[in-house]
């Protein structure tokens, strides 16, 4: 008689109040059957096992005295040492394996429940939620959980990243939640609190030391790979992983949308249920807590992400995987590139010179019409109108010449700086001369130029001048020499003439 059936005849004799006739009509077996399963206390089964025993029998005391003398020998171990000899243990393993299990105590640690006093403490942890796609990029995302441990009111955030700004910005956001600020902020081991270390030896973040001190919390650190000790926040992110995220592809489609539906659901869901532990709701507790957490301070905490950058040539700074512009008279410069969740900002020094909107999309170019515009004016300001003013600036003449070459089919700023090559090489006088010879032949070119000047040295039997070829260009323009004076060179003369009648008297 199998198990199912004595049970069977069991429940309808004692529950249903069934006949024995009834029964076997009912269970299609004869009434011998029925009065047999009646009249035994355990099923034919376990009483012939009982009745038989076990092939493990006559080894339990070996193996209660092996496992006494050796807590951690194995059950393999043991089946060896009980199959010795002729009269050793002839049976599988399976047997040997339910007995160590009864016998042996379990592994692994004890937990003790910790209770935390209202406004105590609260836990933070970050939990991933898969990807998201935003244009052509696919995105991470990270949601940060944070509970108070005594009324587990709990506040979600979701981010992109988990760098620093973004975990201090988003525990700043949970204490504005919280209206307060407990005793404590339990956390892991993260990148963004630990530097090195963990536990009570754990070295902590600056900037996070920073924070702590701001809002008061004592910084208490978990051990590395012992997630029970803040078992309350694990709890909350196994629950918005199970709860909030589960079957909701279809309504979470764009990063706009993770938000708003975090808000949402904390109010509607989260923090108005009856929580499994407390037998409370989250918001109906948290009114026991609110009067004991610390109020906020007046001054807020600084959560931007500040890095330094280099302004490209191209005038972009690099950001999150972007490029964004920036005015052309900060190129090449070092900046100051401070984001928030909406917008990155670059400042130089202590002046802000660029804000746009923040693109979480990677490889993106992020362009201001102004910035453009102004690239486009500082290249003609710079090849072109600081040429003509320095050209300008040497005379009456020279704006004669440049206003008539500006009516000729050529390059006006090809020829102005030929030109003034020819006023440091030649000097200003002599340029000036040859400008207005070749204004008397109406001839405005500045190889013309070159060439009445190289006709009044060779007029005048003086060399041609050697030009110089520096290696930088701008060390001999920042040069500033003054015009030469004859007669300095003529009081040089005068000054040895006495001399030499002297020597030759």
Same mark, same amino acid.
């Given at each position: 008689?199998?198990?199912?059936?004595?049970?069977?005849?069991?429940?309808?004799?004692?529950?249903?109040?069934?006949?024995?006739?009834?029964?076997?009509?009912?269970?299609?077996?004869?009434?011998?059957?029925?009065?047999?399963?009646?009249?035994?206390?355990?099923?034919?089964?376990?009483?012939?096992?009982?009745?038989?025993?076990?092939?493990?029998?006559?080894?339990?005391?070996?193996?209660?005295?092996?496992?006494?003398?050796?807590?951690?020998?194995?059950?393999?171990?043991?089946?060896?040492?009980? /199959? @010795?000899? &002729? *009269?050793?243990?002839?049976?599988?393993?399976?047997? #040997? %394996?339910?007995?160590? $299990?009864?016998?042996?105590?379990?592994?692994?640690?004890?937990?003790?429940?910790?209770?935390?006093?209202?406004?105590?403490?609260?836990?933070?942890?970050?939990?991933?939620?898969?990807?998201?796609?935003?244009?052509?990029?696919?995105?991470?995302?990270?949601?940060?959980?944070?509970?108070?441990?005594?009324?587990?009111?709990?506040?979600?955030?979701?981010?992109?990243?988990?760098?620093?700004?973004?975990?201090?910005?988003?525990?700043?956001?949970?204490?504005?939640?919280?209206?307060?600020?407990?005793?404590?902020?339990?956390?892991?081991?993260?990148?963004?609190?630990?530097?090195?270390?963990?536990?009570?030896?754990?070295?902590?973040?600056?900037?996070?030391?920073?924070?702590?001190?701001?809002?008061?919390?004592?910084?208490?650190?978990?051990? /590395? @790979?012992? &997630? *029970?000790?803040?078992?309350?926040?694990?709890?909350? #992110? %196994?629950?918005?992983? $199970?709860?909030?995220?589960?079957?909701?592809?279809?309504?979470?489609?764009?990063?706009?949308?993770?938000?708003?539906?975090?808000?949402?659901?904390?109010?509607?869901?989260?923090?108005?249920?009856?929580?499994?532990?407390?037998?409370?709701?989250?918001?109906?507790?948290?009114?026991?807590?609110?009067?004991?957490?610390?109020?906020?301070?007046?001054?807020?905490?600084?959560?931007?992400?500040?890095?330094?950058?280099?302004?490209?040539?191209?005038?972009?700074?690099?950001?999150?995987?972007?490029?964004?512009?920036?005015?052309?008279?900060?190129?090449?410069?070092?900046?100051?590139?401070?984001?928030?969740?909406?917008?990155?900002?670059?400042?130089?020094?202590?002046?802000?010179?660029?804000?746009?909107?923040?693109?979480?999309?990677?490889?993106?170019?992020?362009?201001?019409?102004?910035?453009?515009?102004?690239?486009?004016?500082? %290249?003609?300001?710079? $090849?072109?109108?600081?040429?003509?003013?320095?050209?300008?600036?040497?005379?009456?003449?020279?704006?004669?010449?440049?206003?008539?070459?500006?009516?000729?089919?050529?390059?006006?700023?090809?020829?102005?700086?030929?030109?003034?090559?020819?006023?440091?090489?030649?000097?200003?006088?002599?340029?000036?001369?040859?400008?207005?010879?070749?204004?008397?032949?109406?001839?405005?070119?500045?190889?013309?130029?070159?060439?009445?000047?190289?006709?009044?040295?060779?007029?005048?039997?003086?060399?041609?001048?050697?030009?110089?070829?520096?290696?930088?260009?701008?060390?001999?323009?920042?040069?500033?020499?003054?015009?030469?004076?004859?007669?300095?060179?003529?009081?040089?003369?005068?000054?040895?003439?006495?001399?030499?009648?002297?020597?030759?008297?």
């Amino acid at each position: 008689m199998n198990v199912a059936l004595w049970a069977e005849v069991r429940r309808l004799s004692e529950i249903e109040g069934l006949s024995q006739r009834l029964i076997a009509q009912r269970l299609h077996c004869s009434r011998r059957t029925v009065k047999r399963a009646l009249a035994m206390e355990q099923p034919s089964a376990t009483a012939a096992r009982l009745a038989r025993g076990s092939l493990l029998d006559p080894y339990r005391t070996l193996i209660d005295a092996l496992l006494a003398k050796y807590p951690g020998l194995s059950a393999v171990r043991i089946l060896e040492e009980i /199959r @010795r000899g &002729p *009269e050793g243990y002839r049976g599988g393993i399976s047997l #040997v %394996r339910q007995h160590v $299990r009864q016998v042996r105590p379990a592994r692994g640690r004890v937990y003790q429940e910790v209770l935390y006093q209202p406004g105590e403490a609260f836990q933070v942890d970050w939990g991933d939620c898969g990807r998201i796609q935003i244009g052509n990029t696919a995105r991470r995302v990270s949601v940060l959980v944070a509970v108070l441990c005594y009324s587990r009111l709990v506040y979600i955030e979701f981010s992109l990243t988990q760098r620093k700004a973004d975990f201090y910005r988003a525990i700043v956001h949970a204490l504005e939640f919280f209206g307060g600020s407990p005793r404590k902020i339990i956390f892991d081991n993260l990148k963004a609190a630990v530097l090195n270390g963990h536990g009570r030896s754990a070295c902590l973040h600056p900037e996070f030391l920073a924070l702590c001190g701001h809002f008061c919390l004592e910084a208490v650190a978990c051990a /590395r @790979r012992d &997630p *029970e000790s803040k078992g309350v926040v694990e709890a909350g #992110v %196994r629950y918005v992983k $199970r709860n909030a995220l589960q079957g909701r592809s279809e309504e979470l489609t764009r990063w706009e949308d993770y938000p708003k539906f975090a808000v949402r659901w904390r109010e509607e869901v989260a923090n108005v249920r009856i929580h499994e532990t407390t037998r409370e709701r989250p918001v109906e507790r948290f009114e026991k807590e609110r009067p004991l957490l610390r109020p906020l301070p007046r001054l807020p905490f600084d959560t931007d992400e500040v890095v330094s950058a280099i302004v490209s040539p191209l005038a972009r700074v690099e950001f999150d995987g972007n490029r964004y512009s920036t005015p052309p008279d900060v190129t090449r410069q070092t900046v100051i590139v401070r984001a928030t969740p909406t917008h990155v900002r670059v400042l130089h020094q202590g002046r802000e010179v660029a804000c746009h909107t923040r693109c979480y999309e990677r490889g993106q170019l992020l362009r201001q019409p102004e910035h453009h515009l102004e690239a486009l004016q500082y %290249r003609h300001r710079t $090849r072109a109108s600081h040429i003509e003013q320095t050209w300008d600036a040497l005379g009456p003449e020279a704006r004669e010449f440049h206003r008539q070459l500006c009516q000729r089919p050529v390059k006006t700023t090809v020829h102005l700086r030929r030109l003034l090559s020819f006023v440091h090489l030649y000097g200003r006088d002599e340029v000036l001369a040859a400008i207005r010879l070749a204004q008397q032949y109406q001839t405005y070119d500045a190889a013309y130029v070159e060439t009445l000047l190289l006709q009044e040295r060779r007029r005048r039997e003086l060399p041609p001048p050697t030009p110089l070829r520096p290696q930088r260009q701008e060390l001999i323009d920042d040069i500033e020499l003054e015009d030469p004076d004859p007669g300095a060179y003529d009081q040089l003369f005068q000054d040895r003439e006495p001399q030499e009648e002297e020597d030759h008297d």
